[in-house]
């Protein structure tokens, strides 16, 4: 059977690491240490897929130079010591060796830093799978749709052979702006509503389901 895609590119935290409750943390205890109103947990779970700089305007709007530099450097503390016992979801593994095997072409789209990414690529062990990345402190931050399309022009590959899967509207957005197929997977930062909401191609509440979609449908 003829594959329907052949780039897959995938975001990061909360489609492939279980991070969403470190992100919130640590965004929470930034804004604690500077002295900020604490964010709420919806809140702070809604911003995670942007980059940094964005998703601190967009929860902290007005603050100075100054404090914006501290909750960024606070943040980065905060995450590197919850950071540590961030892993894989069970199964994503098993699923990213599979697409690999298949000769599948994998990427990454994600709001992190070039360092950050490039840390937990070795981490976690899911890094010799992929083919490329690009992270929002070198190209256009979600949901903007200049990640996709850097990858696509790296590859030679159409946007009708590409396929975003992510955890978050932002992801959803930037597959709609790129004019590439979506894949929401609401086991991570955003409801399944607001993913539903977006139209993808379908949206999968597990690991599980994840696996069994692709299975059939790329």
């Not at 790296?154 to 975003?164: C, H, N, S, Y």
Request: with cysteine; charged share 20%.
């Amino acid at each position: 059977m003829t594959n329907k895609f052949d780039l897959i590119v995938f975001d990061w935290d909360g489609t492939l690491l279980d991070s969403t409750n470190v992100i919130v943390s640590s965004i929470q205890g930034a804004a604690r240490d500077v002295g900020l109103p604490q964010p709420s947990v919806e809140d702070a779970r809604h911003v995670i897929g942007l980059g940094l700089s964005e998703a601190l305007e967009y929860l902290f709007p007005g603050v100075s130079s100054q404090q914006a530099g501290a909750l960024t450097d606070r943040y980065r503390h905060h995450y590197s010591v919850y950071g540590q016992k961030i892993s894989p979801f069970e199964g994503i593994t098993e699923i990213i060796e599979t697409l690999h095997a298949e000769d599948f072409l994998l990427a990454v789209a994600t709001g992190k830093s070039r360092t950050e990414l490039n840390k937990t690529l070795e981490s976690s062990g899911l890094g010799v799978y992929f083919h490329a990345s690009r992270c929002a402190d070198e190209t256009f931050s979600k949901p903007h749709p200049a990640m996709l399309l850097e990858l696509m022009e790296q590859f030679g590959v159409e946007a009708g052979r590409t396929l975003m899967i992510g955890d978050t509207t932002h992801d959803l957005q930037m597959a709609i702006n790129a004019k590439v197929a979506g894949l929401g997977v609401a086991y991570g930062a955003h409801p399944r509503e607001n993913l539903s909401s977006l139209a993808p191609l379908a949206c999968v509440n597990s690991i599980t389901e994840l696996h069994s979609w692709l299975n059939v449908n790329v």
